[in-house]
């Protein structure tokens, strides 16, 4: 059995807490020799989370924008009827329409409240793909002038 107290037995579980000598550079750590893909990597990343949380929040608004729509087509086939009324069918109607209306109200009120959290979402997945395409940028430029230096570097030598 193991005691974290005994000196020996402590030393055999600090050697197992120490970093390793040369971190791996795949699966999001970045390197030290270029840590602009390893930026541009976890940008790319956040972007692609904030994007699907802007699609999540984008399907739920198109649901209810597809939900108001078909309210509305309901109220227009419950005015469209074409057969005389009597008045306990003008009621009837009366009364479908008026449910119908404060469903519409409803469902209104309900994208209402979701627009502002639907334009943070889309805030954000904006500014985090702009990010990401930003780092891209600046990594190729990197790239592209270490190349032009190893380049006049060979020529000179």
Not at 67 to 86: G, K, M, N, V
Not at 142 to 150: K, L, S, T, V, Y
Request: proline share 5%.
């Amino acid at each position: 059995r193991r005691d974290p107290f005994c000196r020996g037995h402590a030393a055999q579980g600090a050697r197992g807490l120490e970093p390793p000598a040369d971190p791996p550079t795949r699966y999001g750590r970045m390197s030290r020799a270029d840590p602009l893909a390893g930026l541009e990597r976890l940008a790319r990343l956040k972007s692609d989370i904030e994007l699907r949380h802007f699609s999540a929040w984008r399907a739920q608004l198109v649901a209810a924008e597809a939900r108001i729509a078909a309210l509305h087509a309901e109220l227009e086939h419950i005015h469209d009827s074409d057969a005389a009324f009597s008045v306990p069918q003008a009621r009837l109607a009366n009364a479908l329409a008026a449910e119908c209306g404060r469903a519409i109200q409803r469902a209104e009120d309900e994208l209402e409240r979701m627009r502002p959290g639907f334009d943070a979402a889309r805030a954000a997945a904006i500014r985090e793909f702009g990010r990401s395409q930003v780092l891209s940028a600046l990594r190729l430029r990197a790239e592209a002038d270490r190349r032009m230096q190893a380049a006049r570097r060979s020529g000179q030598g």
